[in-house]
């Protein structure tokens, strides 16, 4: 008989909650180095279709090298698994790409402002696509996390279109890849890590002719040579945080996913977006006027009502 005395109790759920701390203060850390090395790069290098492959092959090429050395343990996947992760892969790829061409047309405080309407797609899809029904609080919090958006937006002072649509097809794209993965992951042993591991490769393997039909190699070597003339030699280090750490960001949330539930992560994501909407601002100087600061503030309000009314 496995008799735990209430002391115990106690302190293996303190080490739970720290440990959960530290993947969250991790994760938004890595995100927020990744945020501001992206746009560092974008800023000089517009070219985000190269950006976003790079980024899944660093951490494609990361998890080969840890699979190889036995780093990391090789997943036992079957040919049903890559089927069922192919959507997801696609979700993936245009929900990035969406993000990263928004990113390099807006500042990265006024895409995550407008991503932190998230929520706002899932209720919409699963109501409009799956039929779900969801208690009136769920519906009313999507008034302030719309309202703060369109506040924000309209108030943005350098507005763009392709910045905000960007922003606003990656929220829809990533609602599909939460839904498709969910779909995919059931019954599947394969850890949160090696399962983001497969979502790059997979990405990777899909996004570069597209990349290479928008933008194309003419354009990246001119582009990368103005951008080494303009920085120097540190631009490829730019280059390598912003790839690296994209993948450390998204590796540590899928291991904390595994450990929380879908609610508590979403949760997790909105306040991740507050240190990086934060903190871009500060590095980059964006010029903020106090109605758009408040626009921002009532979308991630809403969002954290959203999440108190699907409890
Ligand atoms: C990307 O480039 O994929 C996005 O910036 C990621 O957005 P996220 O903050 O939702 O992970």
Known sequence: INIELPGEKARTEAAQRLKIGLYFATWWALNVVFNIYNKKVLNAFPYPWLTSTLSLAAGSLMMLISWATRVADVPKVNLDFWKALFPVAVAHTIGHVAATVSMSKVAASFTHIIKSGEPAFSVLVSRFFLGEAFPLPVYLSLVPIIGGCTLAAVTELNFNMIGFMGAMISNLAFVFRNIFSKKGMKGMSVSGMNY??????????????????????????????????????????????????????NQVSYMSLDQISPLTFSVG???????????????????????????????????????????
């Open 196 to 249: 983001y591991a497969c979502l790059s490769i997979l990405s990777l393997l899909i996004l570069p002719p597209f990349a290479i039909a928008v933008e194309g190699p003419k354009m990246w070597a001119a582009g990368w040579q103005t951008a080494m003339s303009q920085i120097g030699p540190n631009f490829v280090w730019w280059v390598a945080a912003q790839s690296v750490f994209y993948h450390l960001y």
């Open 269 to 311: 994501n909105t306040m991740k977006r507050i240190s990086v909407i934060v903190s871009s601002i500060i590095i980059f100087h964006t010029p903020v006027q106090p109605v758009n600061a408040i626009g921002a503030a009532i979308a991630i309000l809403g969002t954290f009502l959203y999440s108190q009314a699907k409890q």
